[in-house]
């Protein structure tokens, strides 16, 4: 079987797995505590994967109590550094670049020849209109990366809302071949207010996502009833560089910028690899 054909089975095969039903039994294997069993999915995920635990708090992938704590492991002091420029927007995660660029009105590109709509992303909220012509960076995960999120500039929590979907993958070839895949999948999205304007991460579930976490409302997923939810409103001030969130298995984050208030840096396209804290724009 070729390469793409691979793919397209695999692509037609998630539109008939039970997505969820999948994903909650991931989510319960991946927080067993019994030793043999987490050390087990521990090595099975260190033969697929290569990671660097060097970068890690505890590089000895053992001593975690659950393969998710594994999986969503701290960096050690200094691991990564916060770009210090005042006006720097700075990469949330470790991930590659998918797609960025202009919102064109009402519209962001999801992969080649495949557009989604920003009122669609944000769930038809009123404040998405002020997106309109902004800025847009879609970052993805893979199962190797580091998975908490940061902040990319200083903000001030506005909203955060649960908007359930599908779960599908959002690897590559899933982005080219299923419409509105970032519209149509479960996500959590996070409205801030800042010097510069409003800026949005949205983070996107997906495929095996156990659970997509923020560090004021802990555990937003899997949410019982399964419908748009408004979380209460917190008073959240965070620095930029400081932890936002985290996803308990991988998946993308996208982040968008009011128009007229950001400009991406020249590098910032499809393929680039990024780490936290590196600078990937500017404020304006």
């Given amino acids: 079987m070729t390469a793409a054909a691979g793919s397209r089975w695999f692509v037609?095969?998630?539109?008939?797995?039970?997505?969820?039903a999948l994903s909650r039994l991931i989510l319960a294997a991946t927080r067993v505590r019994i030793p043999w069993f987490k050390n087990l999915l521990t090595r099975g995920f260190l033969s697929l994967y290569s990671v660097d635990l060097a970068e890690a708090a505890q590089p000895d992938p053992y001593r975690y109590g659950s393969f998710n704590e594994f999986?969503?492991?701290?960096?050690a002091p200094g691991a990564r550094r916060i770009d210090a420029d005042v006006d720097s927007i700075v990469s949330p995660v470790d991930g590659t670049v998918s797609q960025a660029g202009r919102i064109e009105q009402d519209s962001l590109l999801q992969a080649k020849g495949?557009?989604?709509r920003l009122e669609d992303l944000l769930a038809g909220e009123d404040w998405a209109r002020e997106f309109v012509d902004g800025r847009f960076a879609t970052i993805y995960l893979a199962p190797f990366d580091y998975h908490r999120i940061h902040m990319p500039v200083a903000g001030t929590l506005r909203e955060t809302l649960y908007v359930p979907?599908?779960?599908?993958?959002?690897?590559?070839?899933?982005?080219r071949a299923v419409?509105?895949?970032f519209a149509r999948n479960e996500r959590v999205i996070t409205l801030f207010a800042s010097p510069h304007g409003p800026f949005v991460v949205v983070l996107v579930?997906?495929?095996?996502?156990?659970?997509?976490?923020?560090?004021?409302?802990?555990?937003?997923?899997?949410?019982?009833?399964?419908?748009?939810?408004?979380?209460?409103?917190?008073?959240?001030?965070?620095a930029k560089g400081?932890?936002?969130?985290?996803?308990?298995?991988?998946?993308?984050?996208?982040?968008?910028?009011?128009?007229?208030?950001?400009?991406?840096?020249?590098?910032?396209e499809c393929g680039a690899r990024l780490r936290v804290g590196q600078a990937i724009g500017s404020t304006q």
Avoid: K
């Fill in 12 to 20: 037609w095969l998630q539109y008939i797995l039970p997505q969820h």
């Fill in 242 to 268: 400081t932890e936002l969130g985290r996803f308990n298995m991988g998946s993308t984050v996208i982040v968008l910028f009011a128009s007229g208030h950001a400009e991406w840096a020249a590098g910032l």
């Fill in 179 to 181: 419409p509105n895949l």
């Fill in 205 to 238: 579930g997906a495929l095996n996502v156990g659970s997509m976490a923020t560090v004021w409302a802990g555990d937003i997923t899997p949410r019982r009833p399964r419908r748009v939810t408004r979380l209460p409103a917190t008073p959240v001030q965070l």
């Fill in 165 to 175: 979907g599908s779960l599908f993958s959002v690897n590559a070839a899933t982005a």
């Fill in 114 to 116: 495949r557009h989604y």
């Fill in 71 to 75: 999986f969503t492991r701290a960096l």
